[in-house]
Each structure stands twice: as structure tokens, then as C-alpha cells.
């Protein structure tokens, strides 16, 4: 019973970090265009490894929540409603899929990587179905020309993203079962 409780505290501890290791790198981005280059997704496909699929989830909306509050956490170092809910706006709320559908991936196959890999460009694609939607709705882009804006130069870098994440996550999610902070 003690050791659910410690991987329990261990759990919302991780969530708490990863929240704050997004909200700083997330802010340092590259502006090329209405939607930034960022290390947010980055984060988010290390924190399905490190959290699975519901505490990643959750780990986001507390970086958004803080996002919201004003604090400058998102892309150029902003924040506040108006962020949230402006053009790239459904980009941040697609992180929430995004680590859902990774984590659920990463979860139900732990030791098969190309479902990983499955898992986290799903997680992606769903991010940038919801992205794209409202940066379309925001700005009255065409969905061609939503798409050349938010998703076409960003493929290239959330593939290498999702391939460092491929490498290094499960090196890390395999040394915290191995100390016993993850159940196997």
C-alpha cells in the first residue's frame, strides 16, 4: 500500500516538473509565421514516457492553466487569454491530445517502439487537426492555407522531435521502473 501511495505522490511530483519544464522551454521559440517553432512538443512526447497517457495530460493543462493566468509560458514569452484563445491557441490545446494519445500508445505497448512511434505521430496529427482547425477559424484561412501555415514547416522538426523522444524515453521511462517510480 505504501509504495502505491509513493508512485502516486512520485506521479503528481513528475507532472508538477514536466508542467514546469515546459513552461520554460516552451516560450523560447522561433517565430517563422503565425505558429512558431517551439521545444514545447518536444517536452510533451518525453513527458508520455516519463507520465503515460493521463498524468502527460494532465501535466499540460496545468502548463496551460498557467499559460492562461498570464504567466509568460507560451511561445515569445506570453501568456493570458488572449494567447489561449488566439491563433495559435489550438495548437496549445492540442498538446492535451497529443500526450493522451502518446501516453496511451507508449502505455498499452511498452517494449514496441514502432507503436511508439505510431502513438506519437497520431498524438501529433491530432494536435495538428485541431491547430490547424482554429488557426483556419482565427485567421479565415483557406484549410490549404491553414495547412502551409501550421503544419507543413513543422513536419520536418516534429519528426526528428518524436525521434529523439523515440531514443531517450524509453531510456528514461525503463531506469524509473527500474528503481521502482514506474510500474513496469
Known amino acids: 500500500m505504501e509504495t502505491t501511495k509513493k508512485n502516486k505522490t512520485y506521479l503528481l511530483v513528475c507532472a508538477a516538473l514536466m508542467a514546469a519544464v515546459l513552461c520554460i522551454l516552451a516560450p523560447l521559440s522561433l517565430p517563422i509565421g503565425p505558429v512558431p517553432i ?18 502527460a495530460t494532465v501535466s499540460c493543462l496545468v502548463y496551460l492553466l498557467i499559460g492562461l493566468a498570464g504567466l509568460p509560458v507560451f511561445s515569445g514569452f506570453s501568456g493570458g487569454p488572449s494567447k489561449l484563445f488566439g491563433p495559435t491557441g489550438g495548437y496549445l490545446i492540442g498538446y492535451l491530445f ?6 496511451l500508445f507508449i502505455e498499452k505497448f511498452p517494449r514496441r517502439i514502432p507503436l511508439h512511434i505510431l502513438g506519437l505521430v497520431l498524438g501529433t496529427a491530432a494536435l495538428y487537426f485541431v491547430g490547424t482547425f482554429w488557426l483556419a477559424f482565427q485567421l479565415q484561412l483557406s484549410a490549404s492555407a491553414a495547412l502551409a501555415a501550421g503544419v507543413l514547416p513543422f513536419l520536418l522538426g516534429d519528426a526528428l522531435k518524436i ?13 524509473l521502473t527500474e528503481t521502482g517510480l514506474l510500474a513496469g
Open 163 to 175: 525521434a529523439v523522444a523515440v531514443l531517450i524515453g524509453p531510456v528514461i521511462r525503463n531506469r
Open 98 to 103: 497529443s500526450a493522451f494519445i502518446g501516453g
Open 38 to 55: 517551439s521545444l514545447a512538443t518536444l517536452v510533451v512526447y518525453l513527458m508520455t514516457y516519463v507520465l503515460g497517457s493521463r498524468m
